[in-house]
């Protein structure tokens, strides 16, 4: 267990967290001693990152983080706990449960029960995540140590409590604290890559990885960006009454300058409730197949004519080779069913995806496959095996191919379609919906002074 700093251990006293209560968060695959009278001494895990998942920007909330520092937030406004009493928080580990957490942390069977099943009409205990914290309070005045209150956070901005009664049975209750959405405006220059240099201006690393699958459908990011190229986004983000952020919002617009070409996508909840991105246009800016299956591979022949690397003779090369390590993921470029996989003459170990009626893509060379037969159903973006270089090849890599009607097309430029396209009352709603985030950015970003060639702005 290591010593937390000084004034960490301050904040925590003020919280009501010192003498006679203990803040366990382990580190280690070991949960962390009991507490005793003496002050508690907090262990606080060092990777503790704003890395909110993301899914095509929708948060989500189970990061640990926002977990441990929402709930210290809490704790500054909670009265200190009464004498004879402890508190702990403990967090929950891979295969934890409610009860046997509250077990763990000094509980006795049946008031462990009763207590996370008082929380039932609440909070869905088997919905535990990793990382959560729980607050236990324990009652030692009569001499003997009583489970008095358990509380946790489904979210950062609700709390759920179960307290002993007078009756000695638990009653439940919420508490709810009011979070202010700031919009969040960014714009930069690309210098070395995307990645870097957005977060570099500020942009959080689960937006940015966010971009980086959102926008694998259209752009190469290997080959299609260059250094001067531009970015910019819109998000938001929410802040706790004394400023705290402790929640990314969704991502309302996003814009890459290639050169010649510019591609944005925006946020839009239909009518019906199927929230999406768009471009411009109100096309959606999902494609049935990813421009690249594999992650920051290099391009090394492209599709046409070629003198063949190992035979040495002229002949048409009907693929894209992507060079990479051996044993880099490959990803299905869309959602489909494994129609072959197996040994395939000179490609090696093969695989060839039906995606509809009209369109199949093949990946060969594999170093081994992923847990896949005939038939399987496979999502876009799922690992369906890995680089390597069997069959008649040079080195680990590897060869892609598009078929459209079971012959072979350029993988680069292939038109593929989108989704949906919105029409109606919704392609109305999103014109609105486009010139008012266009609008907010614009505000944003003309009001705040030019420093750099990139540049945040927080509303």
Not at 201 to 217: E, I
Not at 307 to 323: A, N, Q, S
Request: charged share 25%; net charge neutral.
């Amino acid at each position: 267990m290591r010593i937390a700093p000084l004034g960490v251990l301050s904040i925590l006293a003020l919280a009501g967290l010192g003498a006679g209560a203990a803040l366990v968060l382990p580190d280690s695959p070991h949960r962390a001693d009991a507490a005793t009278g003496a002050p508690g001494i907090p262990t606080l895990r060092p990777d503790l990152r704003d890395e909110l998942a993301y899914d095509a920007f929708l948060p989500a909330a189970d990061e640990p983080a926002d977990w441990v520092l929402a709930a210290l937030d809490e704790g500054l406004s909670r009265p200190r706990a009464p004498r004879g009493a402890e508190r702990r928080i403990v967090e929950v580990e891979s295969g934890d449960t409610l009860m046997g957490l509250l077990v763990q942390a000094g509980a006795g069977d049946d008031e462990a029960h009763a207590a996370a099943s008082a929380l039932d009409g609440l909070y869905d205990p088997t919905r535990l995540r990793i990382g959560q914290p729980v607050t236990v309070t324990f009652d030692h005045s009569g001499g003997e140590r009583v489970l008095k209150a358990v509380s946790l956070m489904p979210e950062v901005d609700r709390t759920v409590t179960a307290r002993r009664a007078p009756d000695g049975g638990f009653r439940s209750s919420e508490t709810e604290r009011v979070l202010e959405s700031r919009p969040v405006g960014v714009e930069g220059e690309i210098e070395s890559s995307l990645y870097a240099d957005a977060t570099a201006a500020g942009v959080p690393d689960a937006v940015v990885l966010s971009l980086l699958k959102t926008w694998a459908y259209s752009v190469d990011f290997q080959r299609d960006l260059q250094p001067g190229d531009r970015f910019a986004v819109l998000f938001s983000q929410d802040h706790t009454p004394d400023g705290g952020v402790v929640r990314l919002g969704p991502v309302e617009m996003a814009r890459l300058d290639l050169g010649d070409k510019t591609l944005t996508m925006y946020r839009f909840e239909g009518r019906d409730g199927t929230v999406d991105y768009y471009d411009r246009d109100g096309a959606s800016v999902q494609r049935l197949l990813l421009r690249t299956p594999v992650d920051g591979a290099r391009l090394t022949s492209r599709f046409g004519a070629r003198r063949h690397p190992v035979l040495g003779y002229t002949r048409m090369h009907r693929g894209v080779d992507f060079g990479a390590p051996s044993g880099t993921p490959i990803y299905a470029a869309g959602d489909g069913t494994v129609e072959m996989i197996g040994p395939q003459r000179g490609f090696g170990r093969y695989i060839r995806l039906r995606h509809n009626n009209r369109l199949s893509t093949a990946y060969a060379h594999m170093s081994r496959f992923a847990r896949l037969k005939k038939g399987s159903r496979v999502k876009q973006g799922e690992v369906i095996g890995y680089v390597g270089s069997s069959g008649m090849a040079t080195g680990p890599h590897l060869h892609y191919e598009v078929l459209v009607a079971g012959a072979q097309v350029n993988p680069l430029s292939v038109d593929l379609p989108t989704g949906t396209t919105l029409a109606g009352r919704d392609r109305a709603e999103f014109k609105r919906r486009v010139e008012a985030i266009d609008r907010q950015f614009r505000q944003l970003t003309d009001e705040a002074p030019v420093a750099s060639a990139s540049r945040r702005v927080d509303g």
